[in-house]
DNA sequence: CTACGAGTTCGAGCGCGCTCTAAGTCAAGC
DNA sequence: GCTTGACTTAGAGCGCGCTCGAACTCGTAG
């Protein structure tokens, strides 16, 4: 497999494939007659699992430490364990984190739904209070 | 309350508070004689706010969409209610992926918890066949 | 033979969200 | 009256994770 095929399949950009693959989060690939990496399938898991760490939040940094370990091979497997133990639980902070703000949401969107008026109102008042005599010169977020 | 005391408060830093007002996250402070910013407590309200909306993951871009409909006043609260319902279902997907991965995490690392062995030495051999002969030149990401 | 498309390397550039420095002003305490 | 420390502005710089462009080499189809 190629590296056009693996992007297809994988999601990746050939470009993201080739940085993944420099800055060690891929192995090396082989090379045919050609200089061209050939790939086997077997990447596809590994990247799939790749991309779960990096959905999940983990840094690339970390997902190294992994890749690390997993190259040192057999003796590695219970730090490679203790890491994503250890992952899992910022996981679970980050779903309880989320979890919260969504009922702080509900409250306020729930305050919008009354009638579209009241606490939110009141809000914007205060708002546009402390906005008065300001306005004029801005900047842009980069 | 001066930028110092509202940086304790609220957890920002000043620079970070003084980038906010630059781009327009937060009004324009009224300034003392000496052109020190001046707040009102209600601003911790609105920073907070920001705050939930920042670790649900919205970007600045749309914060300030959310910041300009408040500032038109009270004619807008359907469409920042809107705007916080379409954001309120973006976070619900993003925390169901999370638990999807959740689930992928627990069984990797009960494959580890097998003695430590089984699964994942497997991979590793098949990690370690694809790094054979190559090695060398690497790169560190930045 | 030539044109094409897919691959190669190297390194620069980008979007995001800050973060920090420099050079200056001001008010209060010794 | 001088020092100290918190403030001011404008603008540069950073860490992350890509993303892209330039210039080149191949292998195959017409």
Chains 1, 2 share one sequence.
Not at 23 to 49: H, K, N, T
Not at 123 to 135: C, G, K, V
């Amino acid at each position: 497999m190629k590296i056009g095929e693996l992007a297809r399949r994988s999601g990746l950009t050939a470009h993201t494939i080739r940085y993944y693959e420099r800055i060690g989060l891929l192995p090396y690939a082989d090379r045919d007659r050609s200089s061209q990496r050939d790939y086997d399938v077997s990447i596809l898991v590994w990247i799939e699992f790749l991309g779960k760490l990096k959905t999940t939040g983990m840094p690339i940094r970390e997902m190294l430490r992994y890749a690390a370990l997993r190259e040192l091979g057999s003796g590695t497997g219970p730090q490679r364990r203790a890491l994503l133990e250890r992952h899992r639980e910022q996981v679970r902070a980050r779903v309880a984190e989320l979890n919260a703000c969504l009922l702080v949401l509900d409250t306020k969107i729930d305050g919008y739904a009354d009638s579209d008026k009241r606490i939110d109102d009141y809000d914007a008042e205060l708002f546009q209070h402390r906005q008065q005599s300001s306005r004029a010169r801005q900047a842009r977020p980069r």
